[in-house]
């Protein structure tokens, strides 16, 4: 069984960051990726960025230059570094795992609120 748990969402002011974290428990053979997704009220989910175990980053369009997503592979852990925040990121944004087989593990989601 394998759990993600996420943590650093919460309410920030417009132009503010947050950092958002994802470790990864339990029994883990492998890991090919991690990242986020975000689902704001009405939207459908959408990708924000991805990072590759070797690296390899991509971002949504809107992610880019302002996110960063970075990963600890000894701590099975993936960060999304908020940056210039505005409104428009409010979201429940999830974490995923792509593990052995392809199989997708997600996050139960951490909100994100950027409002004045």
């Known amino acids: 069984q394998v759990q993600l748990v996420e943590s ?11 950092r958002l974290s994802c470790a990864a428990s339990g029994t883990i053979f492998s890991i090919n990726a ?4 975000r689902q704001a009220p009405g ?10 175990s070797g690296g390899d980053t991509n971002y949504a369009d809107s992610a880019k230059g302002r996110f960063t997503i970075s990963i600890d592979n000894a701590k099975n852990t993936v960060y999304l570094q908020m940056s210039s925040l505005s409104p428009g990121d409010t979201a429940v944004y999830y974490c995923y795992m792509d593990g052995l087989g392809g199989r997708l ?3 139960q989601g951490t909100q994100v609120t950027v409002s004045s």
């Open 105 to 107: 593990y997600w996050g």
């Open 43 to 52: 939207k459908q989910r959408e990708l924000v960025a991805t990072i590759e």
């Open 34 to 37: 991690m990242g986020w997704y």
């Open 8 to 18: 650093g969402g919460g309410l920030v002011q417009p132009g503010g960051s947050l």
